[in-house]
């Protein structure tokens, strides 16, 4: 009862208490780990990364999207999200000739997001994601519950380094 009360005050549009089936899929414990892995010895990939523009954020926000929704604790993006990422021109689509592989944010030498068009594309759309970034180390964060996700970059050579959330 506390807790309803407290995201009643806090403006919540909807809450699902213990039992509700809603709360089937979702897990009552999630962390987010931070995991490392240093550029060298990275394969490269001959898949090309193009930013996002005005004309490709519908594009990018509906794949963005589509792909997350099936992510236990994943976000959505919103027009307010999509307008953030333009001005920080963090998004980009992954393409390999005209064959669009996925898409990816990144920033702050730090991948935010990825998300391939279909199984078997991750890993290329991992390393060419990696080839925008400056630093010497690559970092990304990962839900405990993303297990594909998580068996791509365990299979790239990520380390999980830390928990920097938990709920």
């Known amino acids: 009862k506390d807790c309803v009360d407290f995201a009643v005050a806090a403006g919540a549009d909807k809450i699902y208490a213990k039992g509700h089936e809603v709360l089937e899929k979702y897990p009552l414990h999630t962390a987010i780990w931070l995991m490392r892995r240093l550029r060298e010895g990275l394969p490269e990939t001959d898949a090309a990364l193009f930013p996002v523009s005005e004309k490709t954020i519908d594009q990018f926000r509906g794949l963005y999207n589509e792909k997350m929704a099936d992510i236990p604790v994943a976000s959505t993006m919103t027009m307010v999200d999509s307008e953030k990422l333009l001005s920080r021109g ?67 050579g990520f380390c999980k380094t830390s928990e920097v959330l938990c709920w």
């Open 90 to 156: 963090a998004g980009y689509f992954v393409h390999r000739g005209d064959d669009l592989l996925g898409i990816g944010i990144i920033a702050d030498d730090k991948i935010e997001a990825i998300a391939g068009t279909r199984p078997g594309v991750g890993a290329d759309v991992m390393r060419a994601l990696c080839s925008g970034l400056y630093s010497d180390q690559i970092v990304l964060e990962v839900a405990s519950t993303n297990i594909p996700a998580l068996r791509l970059y365990e299979k790239l």
